[in-house]
Nanobody, 125 residues
Framework: QVQLVESGGGLVQAGGSLRLSCTFSSSALRFDDYAMGWFRQAPGKEREEVACVSWDGGSESYAPPVKGRFSISRDNAKQVLYLQMNKLEVEDTATYYC????????????????WGPGTQVTVSS
C-alpha cells in the first residue's frame, strides 16, 4: 500500500553529521495526509522512536537523546522525509527506519501505515 525507501546512511566519525532521506510512494495514500517519523534500532536493543513531524511540518517531537542534535523535516511536494543528524555520537549507531503514522498528527505510530527497510548509520569513535 505504501513504499518507503531510506537513504543517506553510512559511516561517520563521532561529532560528524549525516542527512537521511526517505522517499514515499503509494497509489492509495497521500504523503501530506500523514505524520511521518524516524525510528532506530541498535543491535540487542528495542526499536525506539527518534523523531516525528506532523502532516504539514508544523509540529515536531524528538526523543530526549537526540533533542538539540537531530532535526526532522519534510517536503510534501517531493514526498520526501528528512532527518538531519548533527553532533553524532557512538550511541547513535543503529538502523534507522522511516515510518508513516496513522493520521495527520504524531500518535506514537500505534497505527502505523508502513515501514521502510531501514538504512544503517554507524558512528565511530
Amino acid at each position: 500500500q505504501v513504499q518507503l525507501v531510506e537513504s543517506g546512511g553510512g559511516l561517520v566519525q563521532a561529532g560528524g553529521s549525516l542527512r537521511l532521506s526517505c522517499t514515499f510512494s503509494s497509489s492509495a495514500l497521500r504523503f501530506d495526509d500523514y505524520a511521518m517519523g524516524w525510528f532506530r534500532q541498535a543491535p540487542g536493543k528495542e526499536r525506539e522512536e527518534v523523531a516525528c513531524v506532523s502532516w504539514d511540518g508544523g509540529s515536531e517531537s524528538y526523543a530526549p537523546p537526540v533533542k538539540g542534535r537531530f532535526s526532522i523535516s519534510r517536503d510534501n511536494a517531493k514526498q520526501v522525509l528528512y532527518l538531519q543528524m548533527n553532533k553524532l555520537e557512538v550511541e547513535d549507531t543503529a538502523t534507522y527506519y522511516c515510518v508513516v503514522d496513522g493520521g495527520p498528527y504524531c500518535t506514537s505510530f500505534i497505527t502505523a501505515k508502513g515501514w521502510g527497510p531501514g538504512t544503517q548509520v554507524t558512528v565511530s569513535s
